[in-house]
């Protein structure tokens, strides 16, 4: 796919089939993903996938984050916090290193990892995959974090929901640039 057809085909979706996405494509996803341009070449992001049983654990692991800040929960909100990770047979959070030196800026880290996700989803949809980028409470939640293997001080900036379309992605229709630019000449 041209890159152009990438840019403007790409779309967040959702709903994706249970079907399991191939290791050589999540392979390929993550080698367009680490492409990004980072600052001081420190590649400040961090991948981990989660297929199969890993979205199960990580389930367990929001299941039990919500039992613990909402004691008086019923079990159908456990559960639906169990089956979160359950909607794409692929998922794969990005994480954020803390700067490493004194030059190395955080935001300028957050912005490289961002950039490497924007690769991660339009590799996807050059792969014929659909994805969704997601934080929600669940990119800040500490047990979380812990559970993925995250630092306190790291960031999670993204929970990446992948798999295979239901519907298959058109062009999208979104507003233009034109009042977002200023031209200076
Ligand atoms: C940093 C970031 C966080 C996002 N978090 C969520 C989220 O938690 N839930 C969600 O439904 N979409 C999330 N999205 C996806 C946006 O809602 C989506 O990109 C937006 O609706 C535009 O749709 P499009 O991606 O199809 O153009 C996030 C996007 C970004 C860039």
Redesign the pocket.
């Known amino acids: 796919m041209d890159t152009f057809e990438a840019f403007f085909t790409r779309?967040?979706l959702?709903e994706v089939k249970p079907d399991p996405v191939p290791v050589p494509l999540i392979e390929k996803l993550l080698s367009a993903a680490v492409q990004a341009p980072n600052h001081y070449k420190v590649r400040p992001w961090r991948f981990i996938v989660l297929t199969g049983a890993g979205r199960e654990k990580m389930g367990e692991a929001l299941a039990h984050s919500f039992a613990e800040r909402f004691p008086q929960a019923p079990a159908s909100a456990l559960e639906k916090e169990r089956a979160k990770p359950l909607r794409a047979p692929l998922i794969i959070a990005v994480g954020v290193d803390k700067p490493s030196g004194p030059k190395v800026d955080e935001v300028e880290n957050i912005c490289a990892a961002a950039a490497a996700v924007e690769n991660l989803l339009l590799a996807a949809q050059a792969l014929g995959l659909a994805a969704?980028?997601?934080?929600?409470e669940d990119a800040r939640n500490p047990r979380l974090k812990a559970f993925l293997g995250f630092a306190p001080e790291q960031r999670l900036?993204?929970l990446v929901y992948i798999g295979y379309p239901v519907v298959e992605a058109g062009k999208?229709e979104?507003p233009g640039f034109e009042d977002r630019v200023v031209w200076m000449e």
Request: no cysteine; hydrophobic share 35%.
């Open positions: 779309q967040s959702g969704k980028w997601r934080t929600g900036i993204a999208v979104r």
